[in-house]
């Protein structure tokens, strides 16, 4: 019965608190603990899950021809975003668990984050069984075998949505994938493109604005930055993403540095760029930089996925860097690479490899400066 | 007068701060000394049960050093000697007569005193028991007496919460600690004294005695972190540091020639009878300090020491060499239900996770842990509390890997042990037992 205290053990700190007190010096402590922690950004995730699930039965009832009244939209989200989350937290905690027993480590409530943060960010039409391999792999390989949250280099749900996205790119990318479609109604179907902001941008001819074609293809700003669009799941609103990032700024759970690095790093890069962009250049060279903010997943993965502690840089300044360098890596991916129509997950990946990195740097220079002591 | 700000830090706003006020206390029947309290120290015995003590007869010595002796507190007959696990001597208990005898030592008046050489000053304060006051950064160990430091810091007010206000020890002493500055002077060729900027200058103080006025949260006023903050090279490092009420203590030796056994210590904390200053013995029991009967409920801790760098005491204990207060706080090992999901008004942090953090009121602090420890997700917290900027989150996890070196290089002997790490760490990780533990390590290494 002992192995499975980690088991007992968090399922009772769920609902306590437990009553442990220090043995000794310093007494007394913070009333923050990591649950709390999580917990937070669990909260300011809800914006833009809530709206995810309203979006993916707005879009899915849009493309079926169904009502588009909002108990309807809203139970179809439910019915689609539902089981994705479910079968995220529980294949992801099987995980967990088994770990945790084997390894006799306490569960963290890091995964409470990842099992959420992991279905956010795939399309609505993703087969279960996928989403199972996915977070499995983000659990196992993202984090586990590096000895669980807190030692993992990179990401656990980014690391998992990377996995489906090479292994099934078929289910990840492409116009089909973004609403759920059923009960083929003829015509109904036809007015619906599912084509995401960033694959009509992909698509624009060098003599073209994007700006234009993605109005054109009734995408104005407005709507991209409010997100009632077909895309991934929670990353569809930036103004939510981006409200939820201003929660965890003002509680003091996420780096103000690393967003405010990226967004500069975003425009910076895209303003750079228009400087670039000559008649016969590709479209993207002239996109107005504020319309990366709003497109695809950037707003998503700086929020919630570049500003993880765990995997971001430890030091100040270099969370400067750090930020801004997953902003510039995100414009380059999709300006440079029409093989990825988005770029932000590679660079937020790409920037968790240089995390330890960009610490030692400045700890390097911090040391520097001190005046030596042994 | 230098202006030192210390940015980094944190004040605990908590409710049973003690009152600038004194209340004496009547003579207790009986005094100890803590042998196993006093670090580095390898006590040895000069008495036994049942001798007979004066004031400032030598009760122990230190076999490292034998010229470092620790006189009693208090004049009577050894009722008792306890002994711990591997005969660490934990109390010398000694039962006060009616009318205690003194040892005499040599005195000074003031013209002696600016003549006196260091020698015989050295001398003075040996004999006299009171060399024990003196603690050498970074290890905290009892300096040499051979040795002439690169400069002595006196911190009037350490602002740890709960020690005793410079305003109520120094009330009326103010040429004392001018006296005993004058001391200091002949020891060392530059003495540093510092004093909070919010702490109110006592009166009578003579102009020019202090140099340096700090700013800034708890641990702004420690020795340690002065420093840090003014030194130029390394041979600076290792700094002696007596705080001012023990200042005063030496000052009395040296001026009247008499042990002085009279001490200032706070009671605080929520769960005290009262909270203020009190005037008692050095060594005092700790029921007689608190005022009450060691009867009550269990689920009380007192704490001598301060709450974050103090120790546990047994309600029958007694207070050490150094203790200038007492804290009894509750235990907090109650579970809460739903805990982390509540808006908490009422919680003391250092986050801004919690309602509390929008309201200036003292918040009541248990010794509860308030989670449980989990792996370091490098938030950085415990790096915006730290005043000597060693980046505990890193320094942790090089002394855990046994990097001796790199640890050094963060600055680990620069650690004052605040204890503001430990406290901010929301993955309850004790950062600063094991920062203590690898300069412990390193400190015996270098010994042997």
């Known amino acids: ?374 | 007068m230098i202006s030192i700000h210390s940015k980094k830090g944190f004040d605990l706003n908590i409710t049973g701060s003690p009152l600038p006020q004194t209340s004496p206390r009547e003579t207790p029947v009986c005094v100890a000394l803590l042998p196993e309290k006093i670090p580095f120290v390898k006590p040895r015995l000069k008495i036994k049960e049942g001798s007979q003590l004066q004031i400032g007869s030598v009760v122990f010595e230190d076999k490292r050093n034998p010229v470092i002796q620790f006189l009693s507190p208090g004049g009577g007959t050894v009722r008792e000697i306890v002994f711990g696990p591997r005969r660490v001597i934990q109390k010398v208990i000694i039962q006060l007569d009616q009318e205690e005898e003194r040892v005499s030592f040599p005195s000074y008046t003031d013209s002696q005193l600016a003549d006196a050489s260091r020698a015989s000053l050295v001398e003075a304060i040996l004999k006299g028991g009171l060399w024990c006051l003196f603690r050498e950064l970074p290890f905290g160990d009892i300096p040499d007496p051979d040795i002439e430091p690169p400069s002595i810091i006196v911190s009037i007010d350490s602002r740890e919460p709960f020690q005793p206000h410079p305003a109520v020890y120094l009330k009326g002493k103010a040429d004392l600690l001018t006296a005993g500055i004058k001391i200091l002077e002949k020891l060392s060729s530059s003495v540093h004294v510092s004093i909070h900027q919010d702490s109110d200058m006592p009166a009578g103080l003579a102009k020019g005695i202090v140099t340096h006025r700090v700013s800034g949260p708890y641990p702004a006023g420690d020795a340690g972190v002065l420093l840090y903050r003014t030194k130029k090279a390394s041979a600076e490092n290792r700094a002696w540091h007596i705080s001012g009420q023990d200042l005063l203590l030496l000052a009395e030796l040296i001026r009247t020639g008499q042990y002085p056994v009279e001490r200032i210590v706070t009671l605080g904390g929520s769960l005290a009878r009262e909270q203020l200053h009190i005037v008692t013995r050095m060594g005092a029991p700790l029921p007689h300090i608190a005022g009450e009967n060691t009867g009550d409920p269990p689920r009380k801790r007192y704490i001598v020491g301060g709450i974050f760098r103090g120790y546990i005491a047994e309600k029958d204990s007694f207070l050490d060499l150094y203790a200038t207060s007492l804290t009894i706080l509750p235990e907090g090992d109650e579970k809460e239900l739903f805990g982390f999901a509540r808006p908490g008004s009422d919680k003391p942090t250092h986050s801004r996770t919690f309602l509390s953090s929008l309201k200036k009121a003292p918040f009541t602090v248990d010794c509860g842990v308030h989670g449980e420890q989990r792996a370091c997700i490098n938030c950085g917290y415990c790096d915006d509390v730290c005043a000597v900027d060693i980046l505990p989150q890193f320094t942790l996890k090089s002394a855990l890997a046994g990097e001796v070196e790199e640890s050094l290089a963060h600055g680990l002997l620069d650690c004052v042990s605040c204890g503001l790490c430990t406290f901010v760490c929301p993955s309850k990780i004790d950062i600063c037992a094991v920062l203590k533990g690898a300069r412990e390590a390193y400190y015996k290494e270098m010994q042997d």
């Open chain 1, 1 to 374: 019965m002992a192995k499975w205290h980690p088991l007992f053990e968090a399922t009772e700190s769920f609902f306590f608190i437990p009553g442990l007190t220090t043995q000794a010096d310093a007494h007394v402590r913070d009333s923050l603990d990591v649950k709390r922690f999580m917990s937070f950004v669990i909260l300011a995730l809800m914006p833009p899950f809530l709206f995810g699930m309203y979006n993916a039965g707005y879009q899915s009832n849009l493309a079926s021809g169904a009502s588009l009244t909002l108990l309807p939209v809203v139970l179809k989200g439910l019915l689609i975003i539902l089981p994705l989350v479910v079968i995220s937290y529980g294949v992801g905690f099987f995980w967990e668990i088994l770990f945790a027993v084997v390894r006799k480590h306490p569960i963290s409530e890091g995964f409470l984050v990842t099992g959420l943060l992991f279905p956010l960010t795939l399309p609505p039409t993703m087969p279960l069984w996928q989403a199972a391999v996915g977070i499995s792999f983000g659990v196992v390989i993202g984090k586990e075998v590096f000895g669980g949250t807190g030692r993992n280099i990179l990401n656990p749900a980014l690391t998992g949505r990377a996995f489906l996205f090479f292994a099934y790119p078929a289910k990840m990318s492409g116009d089909a994938v973004w609403a759920v479609v059923d009960g083929v109604k003829a015509g109904a179907v036809d007015a619906f493109s599912g084509a995401t902001p960033l694959s009509i941008a992909g698509l624009a001819n060098a003599q073209e604005k994007i700006e234009a074609v993605l109005k054109a293809a009734d995408y104005p700003f407005i709507k991209l930055l409010l997100g009632l669009y077909a895309g991934s799941i929670g990353a569809t609103s930036a103004l939510l993403c981006f409200a939820g990032a201003a929660l965890l700024v003002v509680v003091g759970i996420a780096s103000y540095r690393i967003i405010i690095g990226g967004i500069a790093g975003v425009l910076l890069t895209g303003y750079l760029l228009n400087f670039l962009a000559g008649d016969s250049s590709s479209a993207w060279l002239s996109l107005n930089p504020f319309y990366h903010l709003v497109m695809g997943g950037f707003a998503f993965g700086i929020a919630y996925m570049a500003t993880d502690p765990v995997t971001a840089p430890g030091m100040d300044k270099v969370k400067w860097v750090y930020g801004f360098l997953i902003g510039m890596l995100t414009v380059l991916i999709r300006v440079f690479n029409p093989a990825y129509p988005e770029g932000i997950m590679l660079a937020i990946l790409f920037m968790n490899l240089f995390s330890p990195l960009l610490d030692h740097i400045e700890i390097r220079l911090k040391i520097k400066k001190r005046v030596i002591n042994v």
